[in-house]
């Protein structure tokens, strides 16, 4: 365990954490009445099961939990949930370093004391039937709610993107800019949240890293001439990119999100776990070659705006 912490260590420098809400082989659903997971409903009927059940057990009618609960709690009272409601997927917690579930639950620890930033997706796929959704806009507006009531992020440090004509399109690359930047932005001591709900894909892995021999990905909004969002590219522009002293917690309530932010400990609320370890088959050689060539890119690109830093490296080299 010790040198896959420090792998984890060395490939992402922050603390990320994610809920998912199913397992890579599986998939998520959208629910037509969120009422019946007893939400106040303030912003439409239809909600992703994951972020219902989520908001069921940490903020039913819009009030904070008067209870402590721990990781493993909220985990299996939202798998409790869930399967209450007839859902079969197993809800799920990775992160960059491994978690004591026993742990009491926190959005943002108390010692992050920084600004707090948000990324909130919500796509409906309007007018794509068969594949359109009804609840990913309402999901978005209820766990806004959420976040500012129980953890005061502020409206200003919020953002949205949703299919909906009034905010940002979610389209690829608005997806991937929003996820740069809100990187770009975070400093040491801040806190990120990240939500998204909509179609989650698996595409045949094409680089070799994944054990299953597929990618997970984020289908966005155009994403029938862009394409999906694979993970490898998700740990290239977000997680991999948040400087160390960073605190970030993503809900992705999509299907086949298990591991869709390649992160290495998890934690699977099936009642048969206790702890949170290694994710089964999890590759630290692909995490650390993806790392390296972040760092590589990112050296280039410094040394481009910085023609003294070349000098530097080539030593005899003249710049003119």
């Known amino acids: 365990m010790e040198e896959a ?16 809400g199913c397992r890579d082989e599986q998939t998520s659903a959208d629910v037509s009445n969120v009422a019946s997971f007893q ?13 219902s059940a989520l908001l069921n057990v940490l903020y039913a009618d819009h009030k904070k939990l008067e209870e402590d609960l721990s990781f493993q709690q909220v985990l299996l009272k939202v798998r409790d949930v869930l399967k209450e409601k007839g859902f079969a997927q197993i809800p799920q917690l990775s992160s960059s ?12 620890p108390n010692h992050v004391t920084g600004t707090r930033r948000a990324v909130m997706i919500g796509i409906n796929y309007v007018g794509d039937n068969p594949g359109e959704l009804a609840g990913c806009h309402n999901d978005v507006g209820n766990m806004k709610d959420y976040i500012q009531d129980v953890h005061d992020f502020d409206e200003e440090n919020i953002t949205l993107l949703m299919d909906d004509g009034e905010h940002i399109s979610p389209t690829r690359d608005n997806i991937l800019a929003a996820y740069r930047r809100i990187v770009e932005e975070s400093q040491p001591g801040d806190a990120v949240f990240c939500h998204y709900s909509g179609h989650g894909g698996k595409l045949r892995d094409d680089n070799g890293d994944e054990a299953d021999g597929y990618d997970e990905t984020l289908v966005p909004v155009d994403y029938a001439t862009e394409g999906q969002i694979r993970d490898d590219l998700l740990f290239k522009n977000l997680v991999g990119g948040f400087r160390e002293g960073v605190f970030c917690t993503f809900v992705m309530d999509c299907c086949h999100s298990g591991s ?17 370890g290694v994710s089964s088959g999890f590759d630290f050689n692909s995490l650390l070659s993806m790392a390296a060539s972040m760092n590589d890119t990112n050296m280039f690109a410094d040394i481009a705006s910085n023609p003294q830093k070349l000098l530097a490296l080539c030593g005899s080299c003249t710049i003119s």
Not at 9 to 17: G, H, L, S, W, Y
Not at 260 to 265: G, I, N, Q, S
Request: aromatic content about 6%; overall charge negative.
């Open 5 to 20: 912490i420090e792998n984890a260590k060395k490939a992402i420098p922050a603390e990320v954490r994610m809920i998912s």
């Open 39 to 51: 939400l106040p409903d303030p912003d439409g009927s239809a909600g992703g099961a994951c972020t």
């Open 97 to 108: 370093r491994p978690i004591d579930i026993k742990n009491t639950f926190d959005l943002v």
């Open 260 to 276: 869709v932010l390649d992160l290495p400990f998890q934690f699977k609320a099936d009642g048969e776990n206790d702890s949170m």
